[in-house]
């Protein structure tokens, strides 16, 4: 009896280890994930996932940020090791990561050695102070990754986020953006195919060295072309998408009809224009007058759904300009000061294009209304801040202004437009209109595909500064005078980034994670509480567990006298 029971237990642990080892292989054959989590944190999108599926090579991630660091950044730090992960799930083994520490370096000789190679290599360091052990510490770190694909890398920033948030606020920042950042830089690598932006010339656009920031950044990606309408060159559809960067002269019907026809064959069109004009120049003492430009392109705009006004907006949340304040000696003596005709924005719709942005510079920005277009959305991207005023043209345009003082109660307008991007299937301008002479009819489109357009009231946020040392082109975004960056490269690389794959990476910048932080003084009043429950607690239900079965054990047994 005793042998038919050891056999019948026997029987059953084989069964039972015989079905896990048929459920292991079943899990190999047919993988499967659940993310619980209610931000889906643990999942890509599609277009990530096929993306990674397409992979032919090997991908190789070094990440720099490895060590002792504080808890915000060891959570970051856990997030890219969480998102690499899945990454290398769906690869199917591809996606190689290391985690390298650059201050590791036996001496200080060699570990600047190795921060300037990172430097060389494209990656920016940062310079982090936190407490250890009551004592305030310093460290540089280089919050990035290189990702290399084929003999070729790129380096990735993963430290993004808005500078005015806080430090928990742009760390949750970063972590929401990291799919996109290691996936947009994997593509770049793994495409064989870069899609062509043309950038319009031909009507008093800036010249190439004011364009280099912005044709530096789009060449990353895309294969950049110079495109002059007015020498005849009208073939916009082999491109991809078309810029237009601050013209100043008119466009012609029969360009008008081209850039039209482009956009109902479902081309993209990004334009930044202009409403008004003033020479910089005049602006000293009493000042000058800012006047309309006549580009010919306000009634393409209406029929578009938008109507850029002629006006200029103040703001009290802006930039600031140099002027003289005095001399010492033979040496002028430059002061900046707040000039609320550059607004800084840091106020921004609900889109992808602009989710996590960090302030954009903009300088003589005017106002945009939608107008009614049947089928059109239209979203608004960039906004000015709560403190804004505006003024209708001719507006004036005097340095003195830059010595009075902003009085909020003068910015009373509130918030205001300048920036907008519309999705649809657009009506053309000549629809039940004449069209231009030379036209066959038979090839003409009333009505477009889906597309989209985006429209910028400001022409000079899409133009490089240049450096006070030696006169080069500096990165778009980027200030002379007090090395700030602004946003305004993000902001044009995402939205070229989005209409050209709309359904693409970039949808996974919508990506929310919520902060859930402690109740601090929660926390305090109920500190010795949750100590005991943690600490004595459980020491009190094992001494507990093994009275009762010690007591259990002594009746079992004890019927055996």
């Known amino acids: 009896m005793v042998n038919q029971k050891r056999i019948e237990s026997l029987l059953r642990l084989g069964i039972g280890l015989l079905l896990l080892v048929i459920l292991n292989q079943l899990a190999g054959i047919y993988p499967m994930r659940l993310d619980l989590t209610e931000e889906k944190r643990?999942?890509?999108?599609?277009?990530?996932?096929a993306m990674l599926?397409?992979?032919?090579?090997?991908?190789?991630?070094?990440?720099f940020l490895e060590g002792e660091m504080p808890a915000g950044f060891k959570r970051l730090r856990k997030a890219?090791?969480?998102?690499?992960?899945?990454?290398d799930y769906y690869a199917d083994g591809l996606v190689k990561v290391d985690f390298i520490d650059p201050s590791a370096a036996l001496n200080e000789k060699a570990r600047n050695e190795y921060f300037r190679s990172l430097m060389q290599r494209g990656l920016q360091p940062t310079n982090l102070s936190y407490k250890r052990d009551g004592n305030k510490t310093e460290k540089l770190?280089?919050?990035?990754?290189?990702?290399?694909?084929?003999?070729?890398?790129?380096?990735?920033?993963?430290?993004?986020g808005s500078q005015s948030a806080t430090a928990e606020e742009r760390l949750n920042q970063s972590i929401e953006g990291l799919e996109y950042e290691l996936a947009n830089a994997i593509r770049i690598l793994s495409n064989d195919r870069k899609k062509?932006?043309?950038?319009?010339?031909?009507?008093?656009?800036?010249?190439?060295?004011?364009?280099?920031?912005?044709?530096?950044?789009?060449?990353?990606?895309?294969?950049?072309?110079?495109?002059?309408?007015?020498?005849?060159?009208?073939?916009l559809g082999i491109y991809d998408a078309v810029i237009f960067p601050k013209p100043a002269t008119v466009f012609s019907t029969e360009e008008k009809y081209e850039i039209d026809q482009y956009i109902m064959n479902g081309g993209k069109t990004l334009f930044f224009v202009d409403a008004l004009r003033v020479n910089m120049d005049s602006a000293s003492g009493e000042g000058t007058f800012a006047f309309p430009y006549e580009l010919g392109l306000d009634d393409m705009f209406f029929k578009y759904g938008v109507r850029i006004n002629r006006d200029y907006v103040q703001d009290i949340v802006c930039g600031e300009y140099p002027i003289v304040a005095g001399n010492m000696g033979d040496q002028a003596q430059i002061r900046m000061l707040p000039w609320p005709f550059f607004p800084m924005v840091n106020n921004f719709g609900n889109h992808p294009i602009v989710k996590n942005l960090d302030a954009v510079s903009m300088k003589f920005v005017s106002t945009i209304d939608t107008v009614k277009a049947d089928g059109i959305e239209k979203i608004p991207l960039l906004k000015t801040s709560q403190y804004s005023m505006v003024n209708q043209a001719p507006v004036k345009v005097a340095f003195n202004e830059l010595r009075?003082?902003?009085?909020p109660e003068r910015f009373n307008q509130g918030s205001k437009n300048v920036a907008y991007l519309l999705k649809g299937k657009f009506t053309s301008i000549y629809k039940n209109r004449i069209l231009p002479k030379g036209i066959n009819k038979s090839e003409f489109k009333g009505t477009g595909k889906e597309t989209s357009i985006l429209i910028c009231s400001d022409g000079d946020m899409i133009r490089n500064e240049f450096s006070l040392k030696d006169g080069t082109p500096m990165e778009l975004g980027l200030s002379p005078y007090s090395q700030m960056k602004f946003a305004n490269k993000d902001f044009v690389m995402n939205a070229v980034d989005y209409m050209l794959n709309d359904q693409g990476l970039i949808v996974s910048k919508n990506k929310s994670l919520a902060i859930r932080p402690l109740d601090k003084v929660?926390?305090?009043?109920?500190?010795?509480?949750?100590?005991?429950?943690?600490?004595?607690?459980?020491?009190?239900?094992?001494?507990?567990?093994?009275?009762?079965?010690?007591?259990?054990r002594k009746r079992k047994y004890a019927s055996f006298k």
């Open 404 to 407: 009075k003082n902003l009085d």
């Open 80 to 87: 890219i090791e969480e998102t690499l992960s899945q990454f």
């Open 196 to 235: 062509t932006v043309a950038l319009i010339q031909g009507h008093g656009e800036p010249d190439s060295l004011n364009l280099a920031g912005l044709t530096n950044a789009l060449l990353e990606k895309y294969d950049v072309f110079n495109v002059d309408l007015s020498t005849g060159n009208k073939d």
């Open 42 to 49: 643990y999942s890509v999108t599609p277009a990530t996932r």
């Open 141 to 160: 770190i280089f919050p990035g990754a290189i990702v290399s694909y084929y003999g070729q890398e790129v380096p990735v920033t993963l430290l993004r």
């Open 522 to 552: 929660k926390i305090a009043k109920e500190k010795l509480i949750w100590q005991l429950i943690n600490l004595v607690l459980p020491i009190v239900l094992l001494v507990i567990y093994g009275v009762l079965r010690a007591y259990w």
């Open 53 to 63: 599926e397409d992979l032919q090579d090997v991908v190789y991630i070094e990440v």
